[in-house]
C-alpha cells in the first residue's frame, strides 16, 4: 500500500450518546420495550393473569360440543354457563349453574376436574413445576413467582418446596380415592368403573377445597351418615384447607419447634371445627330438616361434617335452603374466615383472623405491640391483615348489593351465596341457578377476586411500588 494512500478506518465502536434527550414522537428501540415488558410482568401480575388464562382456556373447552352430555344442551351449552363453570373450577369454588354428574359428558368433567387441579395447585406453582421438570433447575423469576404462591421462606426453598407440594398431592389424593373407590365399589353397589371415576374425581375435589360432586345438586344427601366416604372426604378437606406450608413443615422430621404460622394456624383450625361442631347441634338439633331427622350418634357425625365444610369445602349433606338463619350466619363466619393461607382454601385466612385477634387483645390491654407464642407481630403484618379483611368487606358488600338489586331475593340468601363465593365455598341455598344472567356475572366476579385475595389483585393492578422519603406529621382522629 504506497504512503498517499489513505488508511482504512475501522468501525467506531463508541456507544451512542445518551445524553441527549430524544426527539419527541420517535420510535423506542427494542431494549426499552423488553424491559418496559419485564416490569409489567411481575410476579403479582403473572398470577392474575394466569388465571384469566385458564378460565379463557376452560370456557372454550366447555363450550365444545364433546364436553356436555348427550340431549342436555340441544342448542350448545350457554356461554354464561361456560364461563361460570370454569371460573368455579379454576377458582376451586364449586358453585354451579348446572348439575355436574348429568349437564356434562365424562369429558367435560375430566376438563372440569383438570381445571380444579390447576387452580388448586396455582398457576405459579405449576409453572415452576413444569419448569424444573424440563429443565432440572428454576429461574429466578420462577421462584419467585412460586414463592408469592406457596409462601416460601427463602427463595433458596423453592425447589424442595414444590417437589413436596406435588408429592403431598399425589399421596393424599390417590390414598383418598382408594377409599372412596372400594366402598362405592363394595358397599353401594357401584361398577368398578363407575366407583374408580367417583372416586377419583371426589378426592380432587375434596382435597383441592372444589366442592364439585357428581352426584344430584351436587351434594352428598345419600352418603351424610357413611364414615367411609364422608370420613375420607373431610380428612382431604382438611389438609388441603390447612395451607402447604403448614402441611410440609408438620411432616418434616426435625426435632426444632413449629414455626408461629404452623402454630396459629393449627390452633385456630381446631378452634373453629370444634366450635362450629358445637354451634350446628345446638342450632339444627330439633329442625326435622337438617340434624332432627337423623338419630343418635349420626347427628354428631353430620354435625362435625358441617363445620369442616363450611370453612371452604363447599360439600354438603344437608339441604342449605332448610337451615335455620342463624345456621346461615355461622356458616356465613366460618366462610369468611376460611383455612390457611397458601393452599386450597379460600376466606381471608386463619392468621388473618389470628392476626387481627392478637391485634385486638393488644390494644385491650394496653400493649403497644401484640405478641405470639413469645414473638412480636410486626406492624405491617397487622395493616396487611386490616388490608385484607376491608377489602374482603368492600367485595362483598358491593356484590350483595348489586345482587339484592338484580334478583329480589332474601337478604339471608343473597349475602350467603355472595360471601360463598368470595371465600370460594361452594355452598348454596338453592338460588344460583335462578340468578338472572347480571347476578351469574357479580358471582364470577366474587370467585375470581376470592381465589387471588384482594391484596394480589390491588398488587396486580398497581403500576409500581413507589418508597416515600419523608414521613408527614402524626395526626390522631377519633376512634370508636
Known amino acids: ?246 402441611v410440609l413443615e408438620v411432616l418434616r422430621r426435625t426435632r426444632l419447634p413449629w414455626s408461629v404460622n404452623t402454630r396459629l394456624v393449627l390452633i385456630g383450625t381446631a378452634v373453629l371445627l370444634v366450635g362450629g361442631t358445637l354451634a350446628f347441634l345446638v342450632l339444627e338439633w330439633d329442625n326435622p330438616s337438617t340434624l332432627g331427622g337423623v338419630q343418635g350418634s349420626d347427628k354428631l357425625w353430620t354435625a362435625v361434617f358441617l363445620s369442616v365444610t363450611a370453612r371452604t369445602a363447599g360439600f354438603n349433606t344437608v339441604d342449605y335452603g332448610q337451615v335455620s338463619d342463624a345456621s346461615l350466619f355461622l356458616t356465613n363466619a366460618l366462610m369468611f374466615v376460611g383455612g390457611g393461607s397458601a393452599g386450597t382454601a379460600g376466606g381471608i385466612k386463619v392468621g388473618t383472623m389470628a392476626v387481627l385477634v392478637a391485634a385486638v387483645l393488644a390494644e385491650a390491654r394496653g400493649d403497644t405491640d401484640a405478641d405470639v407464642f413469645g414473638r412480636r407481630i410486626g406492624p405491617e403484618t397487622i395493616r396487611q391483615a386490616l388490608a385484607v379483611i376491608g377489602l374482603y368487606l368492600a367485595v362483598v358488600g358491593t356484590a350483595t348489593t348489586l345482587l339484592l338489586h338484580l334478583s329480589g331475593e332474601r337478604m339471608a340468601d343473597v349475602l350467603f351465596e355472595v360471601i360463598s363465593a368470595t371465600a370460594t365455598v361452594g355452598l348454596s341455598t338453592g338460588i344460583t341457578p335462578d340468578l338472572p344472567p347480571g347476578g351469574d356475572w357479580v358471582l364470577i366476579v366474587c370467585m375470581f377476586l376470592g381465589r387471588l385475595g384482594p391484596v394480589t389483585v390491588a398488587g396486580a393492578l398497581a403500576l409500581r411500588e413507589r418508597a416515600r422519603l419523608f414521613r408527614l406529621p402524626e395526626t390522631r382522629p377519633l376512634i370508636g
Open 1 to 246: 500500500m504506497d504512503e498517499d494512500t489513505p488508511t482504512p478506518r475501522r468501525p467506531s465502536r463508541r456507544r451512542p450518546d445518551r445524553s441527549r434527550p430524544r426527539p419527541a414522537g420517535a420510535p423506542r428501540g427494542p431494549l426499552w420495550r423488553r424491559r418496559r415488558l419485564r416490569a409489567l410482568l411481575t410476579p403479582a401480575r403473572v398470577i392474575p393473569l394466569g388465571f384469566l388464562a385458564a378460565i379463557a382456556v376452560g370456557t372454550v373447552a366447555l363450550l365444545g360440543p364433546w364436553a356436555v352430555a348427550a340431549g342436555q344442551a340441544p342448542d350448545g351449552v350457554p356461554f354464561v354457563t361456560a364461563v361460570f363453570v370454569a371460573t368455579s373450577a379454576v377458582c376451586v369454588t364449586g358453585l354451579t349453574l348446572v348439575e355436574t354428574g348429568t349437564y356434562w359428558s365424562t369429558t367435560g368433567q375430566t376438563l372440569i376436574l383438570a381445571m380444579i387441579h390447576v387452580g388448586g395447585l396455582g398457576i405459579a406453582t405449576i409453572s415452576a413445576l413444569l419448569a424444573l421438570a424440563v429443565t432440572r433447575r428454576l429461574g429466578l423469576q420462577s421462584r419467585i413467582a412460586a414463592g408469592m404462591a406457596t409462601r416460601v421462606g427463602t427463595i433458596a426453598d423453592a425447589r424442595s418446596v414444590l417437589v413436596g407440594i406435588l408429592r403431598t398431592t399425589l399421596v393424599v389424593e390417590a390414598a383418598v380415592a382408594l377409599v372412596l373407590t372400594l366402598r362405592f365399589a363394595l358397599h353401594h353397589g357401584e361398577p368398578p368403573g363407575r366407583a374408580l371415576w367417583l372416586g377419583v374425581f371426589h378426592a380432587v375435589s375434596a382435597f383441592n377445597n372444589a366442592g364439585f360432586s357428581l352426584f344430584r345438586e351436587n351434594a352428598l344427601y345419600d352418603y351424610a351418615t357413611d364414615e367411609w366416604v364422608t370420613g375420607p372426604i373431610m380428612v382431604a378437606i382438611v389438609l388441603g384447607g390447612l395451607g402447604f406450608p403448614v
